[in-house]
């Protein structure tokens, strides 16, 4: 699979073989619940679609779900075709094996004064960025330091090859308004400049908190993640539960769903929207006690007005402990949001209702 820890070492589960897998998910089955979830080898293909098999091997073998994320569209496959592909094979053959897929751009953030994956495989990048956010300038501002970094980036590849294509976002000094919206690749290009030297100058002007955006690359054509969305085989989800804070925002896809896909182009009903962020869901994962209406069930109920919903634009907002920063989102529309039969959002507002439980 594709993770790796801090220091780009695999995660043992890289390491597991078939036996050892299915072992573990006989074991959770035991319990009666639980789904087995990987993020798949996706940089390239072939092992893609070798995680895939193996994850029929697994569901099959010890009968329970499984699941894979992120399933996107993009410029050379809207339609993830191959992937697609391979998960109809696995239902052919009796496996459980679900992708999820969301219904927003896949898009990116990065600044130099927090964390970015884009520069994981640029190990001298890496290492200042692995470094306290007061120490990093010092070391981006040396010139032998620049230098190295310059001749690294040359040969970004992976990730890391996205760089050229990031536009600058948000920047607060005077020199480097004028560069917003531009591509880095063409700011190098006009000023005859390396790629390392345009992000660096940039982000030294700005006290490294200079905003640099990949957009509408993955996921960007929405008739085709329409299509991924209605899919059987897919489910809405493929969230990083707040992995990646700096780098992105994953909340607001449900407004997205609903204000896009429903209210604004059709492509899905109400209903089927509605259906697939909850019953389904709740069905395929084994949440037998929420996902619909029913008595004897959760009462988690939602209140929104369909024609005020909007899912605001990403905000880069200092709130978290420690100074620590994140992207956020802010939608309206919604009157209320009821968790368990305890309100906790009333006209638009949070309760001091908790009616959940830290597990």
Not at 295 to 310: F, I, M, N, P, Y
Request: charged share 25%; net charge negative; glycine share 8%.
């Amino acid at each position: 699979y594709v993770d790796v820890d801090e220091n780009m070492r695999p995660v043992p589960s890289q390491f597991a073989d078939l036996k050892e897998k299915v072992a573990l998910a006989r074991a959770m089955a035991k319990s009666g619940r639980g789904v087995w979830q990987v993020v798949p080898y996706f940089p390239d293909i072939k092992r893609e679609l070798e995680n895939i098999r193996e994850l029929g091997d697994i569901s099959i073998a010890a009968g329970i779900p499984c699941s894979l994320q992120p399933v996107l569209s993009s410029p050379l496959s809207p339609l993830a075709g191959e992937i697609m592909a391979a998960l109809e094979a696995e239902q052919a053959r009796g496996a459980r094996v679900y992708g999820q897929v969301m219904p927003r751009c896949f898009d990116l953030n990065m600044r130099l004064s927090e964390t970015s994956m884009l520069l994981y495989a640029l190990p001298s990048w890496k290492a200042i960025m692995d470094l306290p956010r007061h120490e990093r300038r010092a070391r981006f501002e040396d010139a032998d330091t620049r230098t190295r970094l310059v001749t690294e980036m040359k040969q970004a590849a992976g990730m890391s090859g996205a760089l050229p294509f990031l536009i600058v976002g948000n920047v607060s000094h005077p020199d480097n308004v004028p560069y917003q919206g531009r591509s880095l690749m063409d700011i190098a290009t006009a000023e005859g400049k390396e790629l390392g030297d345009v992000i660096l100058d940039i982000s030294l002007r700005d006290d490294l908190n200079a905003e640099f955006k990949l957009v509408n690359v993955l996921n960007a054509d929405k008739a085709s993640v329409a299509q991924l969305i209605g899919h059987p085989l897919l489910h809405f989800g493929a969230s990083d539960a707040g992995a990646h804070i700096t780098q992105f925002c994953g909340t607001g896809d449900t407004t997205h769903m609903l204000e896009h896909y429903v209210r604004d182009t059709g492509r899905l009903s109400l209903e089927q929207a509605v259906h697939r962020m909850t019953g389904e869901l709740a069905r395929d994962w084994g949440l037998h006690d929420r996902g619909t209406i029913e008595t004897g069930k959760a009462a988690d109920l939602v209140l929104l007005d369909l024609d005020a919903l909007h899912c605001g634009a990403e905000e880069f907002v200092d709130d978290f402990p420690g100074e620590a920063r994140r992207y956020v989102r802010r939608a309206t529309g919604y009157e209320a949001v009821i968790v368990n039969g305890v309100p906790v959002i009333e006209q638009g507002r949070y309760t001091d209702g908790r009616a959940g439980r830290i597990v």
